[in-house]
């Protein structure tokens, strides 16, 4: 008797949920949230929500075309007071739990986003994996502006366009990374740079293009030399320092950040190599670990970095089947490659005072405890710290050469 007691309880907790359960089609799936300075109340929010019919006009579809997003911005106190009065507008249930990505725009990420993300975090309606980003200008505008050239779903694009980026853990990507990465008391993170492009390939070069070379080309998101239909870039990073945005870094020194931190995946790039009158095309291989060595001497931070990295040709002349030449290319890379980290360096610790490369981490295990630590104030130390980069470069099939 017992027991079924216990099993009738069971059933009628089940059927009690299953008469509060929303059907899909009486929901509204918001997939994207962009954050941007309001004119009347402190924000301005606007939503993008997925069309799940997969077709525009009515009647039966073999082959769904691409619907269009529905939108709308809503300028609030915070963002729950934002979505309290979307309530008044559609007539579906809000439903915030399939959201992929949230903008914040460059002027919100200025002033910090420590309240923003401390409210995501400890709502069940918001993923710990929803993506994050800074946009240069209007956040809003950047995601009513995305169409989407291959996905016919808009949440499948930014599932798409992000899992690349995410991949490469030195952005700061996701929201709980970030999310406790700014509640440490100094922290310095890289978060991914997104904006709308005003070029075209008639455009004149500007200043970020150099003459070309891909180890000089500092572009962000929107400088781009393009033709396309879809003007939402993703590139470079935004450098927050605990939770503000303090600046930029461009195309390049974002890779170079990655291998740094040891978070990189094989690329090509074209140099302008001095003794080939045309580019050279190579890919870099980052295929050890990068050693690092470091020491506190009176209270003060010494840290090396030797980085060890392979290149393959991908169109390389009559480089490549010279030993001398492959040489006197790999010394060339590790130069310039040294020259750039040591700009990285200055920038990271001069410029912004923000240590995005996570050095502070390899320096606990000098420390008893985590109060020793704190006590040391790695804050004050950083940018006083001595920080050393180094490359070896090597050509991955040098024995084949002949």
Not at 77 to 88: E, F, G, H, N
Not at 138 to 143: F, R, S
Not at 265 to 293: A, G
């Amino acid at each position: 008797m017992k027991k079924l007691s216990i099993i009738i309880f069971v059933f009628s907790l089940l059927m009690n949920g299953c008469s509060y359960s929303i059907d899909v089609e009486n929901q509204a799936f918001v997939v994207a949230i962009g954050i941007d300075k309001g004119d009347t109340f402190p924000l301005k929010a606007t939503f993008i929500f997925a069309n799940p019919s997969g077709s525009e006009g009515g009647g039966e579809e073999k082959s769904p075309s691409k619907p269009k997003p529905d939108s709308v911005t809503i300028e609030a106190p915070t963002v729950y007071s934002a979505v309290r009065k979307l309530d008044s507008i559609k007539s579906k249930t809000i439903n915030l739990s399939h959201i992929k990505i949230v903008v914040f725009s460059e002027e919100i990420a200025k002033d910090g986003v420590k309240d923003y993300l401390t409210a995501f975090a400890s709502s069940r309606d918001f993923r710990p994996n929803t993506y994050v980003c800074i946009s240069k200008g209007n956040a809003g505008e950047y995601l009513k502006a995305v169409k989407p050239s291959q996905e016919i779903f808009i949440e499948k694009y930014y599932d798409n366009i992000m899992r690349k980026v995410a991949a490469d853990k030195v952005n700061e990507a996701y929201l709980y990374y970030l999310y406790f990465n700014v509640s440490q008391s100094f922290s310095g993170s890289l978060v991914p740079l997104v904006a709308l492009n005003k070029n075209n390939t008639d455009t004149p070069p500007d200043s970020t293009a150099s003459d070309g070379d891909d180890f000089d080309y500092e572009a962000r998101a929107g400088d781009i030399l393009r033709d396309a239909e879809n003007p939402a870039e993703i590139l470079g990073s935004a450098i927050m320092k605990n939770d503000k945005m303090v600046g930029t870094l461009g195309s390049f020194k974002t890779d170079l950040a990655r291998i740094i931190c040891d978070e990189y995946y094989p690329r090509n790039y074209s140099i302008n190599y001095p003794e080939k009158s045309d580019f050279l095309t190579i890919r870099v291989i980052q295929q050890e670990h990068p050693e690092i060595k470091t020491e506190i001497v009176d209270q003060n931070a010494k840290i090396k970095i030797y980085i060890p990295i392979s290149i393959e040709y991908v169109d390389a002349g009559k480089i490549e089947n010279n030993i001398t030449k492959s040489k006197e290319f790999c010394d060339y890379l590790r130069q310039k490659l040294n020259q750039k980290a040591e700009e990285l360096v200055y920038d990271s610790q001069v410029i912004y005072d923000a240590d995005i490369l996570g050095l502070g981490d390899s320096l606990k295990r000098h420390f008893p405890d985590m109060k020793a630590w704190e006590k040391w104030n790695w804050k004050e130390k950083f940018s006083t710290a001595q920080i050393e980069v180094s490359f070896d470069v090597e050509y991955a099939d040098f024995e084949e050469a002949n």
